[in-house]
């Protein structure tokens, strides 16, 4: 059974088709391996200068999830190769050549896969339904359409198991009102659809049992342009009503502006203190606050300088930023630590290596933007690559 399903719907257009990716590992909540991106790269590279194909949708299997993120249990085995490698060698050092090649290869197809869809020169429409997380908002934040439903719930929860937002992050992030973007990287809280639509993490919110007629509609449309389909998405929003029962958590995004710029990460930790000291009847800003203390400090200290740097970045520079970051990840021990309490041994009592964010000393900070010194690696030639 192929992990994507890959098909060309013909549209009413003689000639002219709608190219379909379905993610298919719904076992997996549709989480992504090598094989799926490397499926998806090479699908979106042939589409982009084939004129027969008017514009792409990708959706999933399953009824639960879009995407759940990357396959982290298959990157902890690779992060334990690498420690066997640093035995070998009798070294702690971070070296490149440590790292498998099917890891390295993982991450060069996810962001170059994710770069794409973010530049890509045909309109994509991203029907997601169901858990969109990490990996899963990477694909997703980058279509022209996004569309949620009633049973839609995004998060980048990243730091919970010592790792950042990534996937594009340090730039989708920084595109949703102030504040917004600081919150749900350093909390990984979980949005409905209602929140997600007032975030503009989506474009729509559609009815989960329309998306047949959703998808059989786009085979008529008269033209392609993202503009056509966005009127599309719309009529189908007006018409749905599952969502409107769903509860607004988020409240007034004024709320999250003092997070925005916040520089010093200690005086951040006291705005987060505050915004949960005046949010104690919402048992969503309770998990919440429940998630951003027991996160890795590493991970918390990396994340808050990431999205500060990448408010100023290019999304091209932004995949470069986190590039050296998750390089870093891998030797850093937090993200293995991580995956191992809440996913491997599962007794949810990780041993982070400082007590605080702000205990972070600078230079171990430092070392995640510093990976690749000679900027040799793959990644640091999207924009040339892509565009």
Known sequence: MAVVNVEKLETKHAGKYLACLTLNRPESLNALNLEMLKIIHSALCEWRTDDS????????????????GGDVVALYKGMQAIKSEQVKHNTDAANFEFVPKEIDDFFVYEYQTDYMIHTYPKPIIAWGNGYIMGGGMGIYSGADIKIATEKTKMAMPEVSIGLFPDVGASYFLNQLPKGVGMFMGLT?????????????????????????????RLLTCEQFTTRSLNDLASEFMD??????GLQSHLGALSAYQSLYDEQDVKKLDSKFN?????????AWHCKAKNSYTSASPTAIAITHRQLIQGSELSLAECFEQETNMVFQSLFNGEFCEGVRALLIDKDKSPRWHFDSPESVPKEVIDSFFSFFKDQTHPLFSLAEDFN
């Open 188 to 216: 990984g809280v979980q949005l409905n659809a209602r929140d997600a639509h007032c975030a503009t993490m989506c474009t729509h919110i559609i009815d989960a049992a329309k998306q047949a007629e959703f998808k059989a």
């Open 239 to 244: 018409e749905s009503t599952e969502w409107q």
């Open 274 to 282: 505050e915004l949960f000291e005046s949010k104690l009847d919402s």
């Open 53 to 68: 194909i008017v514009a792409i949708l990708i959706n999933s299997q399953g009824d639960k999830a879009f995407c759940a």
